[in-house]
């Protein structure tokens, strides 16, 4: 069986991985030219690790990827390690990371401190029903449950962070799934994530795998046994079967004569993209703060991460590195302004963070977009999810889009490149 893999981010590499130890013949097509995917990293000159374009880290409870790790023989590269995520309220940030720290949070009175703890507690520990939670939205239940206060200082932030004019939408096993998977400890592979994707493309390559880079599917023709690529610089290939990993729109792209039924289900899925600044400064930024949440309606950005906070400015020249992130539509103007115009409106918001903060600071900048980054996720969005394999035979689609109830991420990338090989040997 000779399969074709559009894509070479965590979950194609995975399926790659996968097929190959099946005895599937295996062929992948990145049109990037490296591998990762959202993970994939950059380099400055003077840096000894790569950074990911898009802020990254694993949780205690991945085990997806824990065990790929393991597998690949990458496993002693891979570390955990305690931080610090904080809540922007009036000036500073305060750190959320356990019962404790929520019992201290002033901006709540101390009853509904303790009410978000038992409801955190309840979601994290206490249930697994995520399907009766999706049919209600997350500001419905949390405001029910938790309190109109808990819900407007702490939940509402976070969902209109992450899905903007969709906040309302969302349904609560989106939250549920969030709390449920995370750990107080961060998990970062040396090397960052770039050096993971880079191990698994070499395991995949001792098992067979072709991997043809900077080489974008340009059609996709569909013949009476199996499906034809043709792609620039490479004569057209033959395969028995074909798996796209990417966004929807990319498989309606490649793949029209999809059935009608099938089209529109794709193309009711809907998305946030990510705009994404990292910032390479002379010195420390946040005092010791690994990530923080910031309100919307007082800073041009969703989350200020600073990387250096939890991995060493060491392995970055001295480097200190923060990441100024926002989930948007894709058609937002921060998809059309050019990097200098969008530091013009990021860097002014830095000093209500620090108030030494000077733009001599910044030593370097980078500016990262990704157009398909958030999946949004209604009430009763399972109903709604298009099935790994595909009506036309031989034809199989694998995206964040289908990891749900749980969050895009590179553990789930891992779990659903496992799901879908297996769907393609049976």
Excluded: C
Aim: no cysteine; glycine share 8%.
């Amino acid at each position: 069986m000779n399969v074709a893999i559009l894509g070479a981010g965590v979950a194609g590499m995975t399926a790659a991985y996968e097929l190959a130890r099946a005895g599937r013949q295996v062929t992948v097509f990145e049109s990037a030219p490296l591998v990762g995917g959202l993970a994939s990293g950059f380099r400055s000159e003077r840096w000894a690790w790569p950074l990911e374009r898009f802020y990254h880290h694993i949780f205690q409870t991945d085990r997806a990827i824990i065990k790929l790790a393991e597998e690949i023989g990458f496993a002693d590269r891979l570390f955990f390690r305690s931080q610090v995520t904080a809540q922007w309220w009036q000036g500073r940030g305060y750190d959320l990371n356990g019962p404790l720290q929520v019992l201290r949070f002033p901006a709540l009175p101390m009853l509904d401190r303790v009410r978000f703890g038992a409801v955190a507690f309840y979601l994290k520990y206490l249930t697994t029903n995520w399907r009766r939670l999706e049919q209600t939205t997350a500001a419905a239940w949390t405001s029910r449950v938790a309190g109109p206060r808990v819900y407007a200082t702490l939940w509402r932030p976070l969902l209109e962070g992450k899905f903007g004019p969709h906040a309302d939408e969302v349904n609560m096993a989106w939250l549920w799934a969030r709390l449920r998977a995370r750990s107080f400890k961060l998990g970062y592979f040396a090397g960052g994530f770039q050096a993971f994707s880079d191990a698994l493309l070499a395991a995949i390559r001792r098992q067979g795998v072709v991997v043809h880079l900077s080489s974008p599917v340009s059609t996709v023709r569909r013949l009476d046994q199996g499906w034809e690529l043709t792609t620039p610089g490479l004569p057209a290939m033959a395969f028995d079967q074909l798996l796209v990993t990417g966004s929807p729109s990319l498989l309606a792209h490649l793949v029209p004569q999809l059935p009608d039924v099938y089209l529109g289900r794709l193309r009711q899925l809907r998305s946030m993209g990510a705009v994404v600044m990292t910032l390479a400064l002379t010195r420390p930024f946040t005092g010791g703060l690994y990530w923080v949440n910031m309100p919307k309606d007082q800073f041009p950005f969703l989350a200020l991460v600073e990387h250096t906070s939890f991995i060493s400015p060491d392995h970055y020249g001295g480097d200190h590195l923060i990441y100024l992130g926002d989930y948007l539509e894709p058609d937002h103007e921060f998809f059309r302004l050019t990097k200098a115009e969008l530091q013009d409106r990021f860097l002014p918001a830095l000093r209500m963070i620090n108030p030494d903060f000077d733009p001599t600071w910044v030593r370097e900048s980078w500016l990262h977009r990704e157009r398909y980054a958030q999946p949004i996720v209604p009430v009763g969005h399972s109903l709604h999810i298009p099935p790994l394999q595909t009506p036309l035979p031989g034809l199989f689609w694998a995206s964040m889009s289908q990891v749900y109830p749980w969050d895009r991420g590179t553990n789930f990338a891992v779990e659903i490149g496992q799901r879908v090989a297996e769907a393609m040997r049976t």
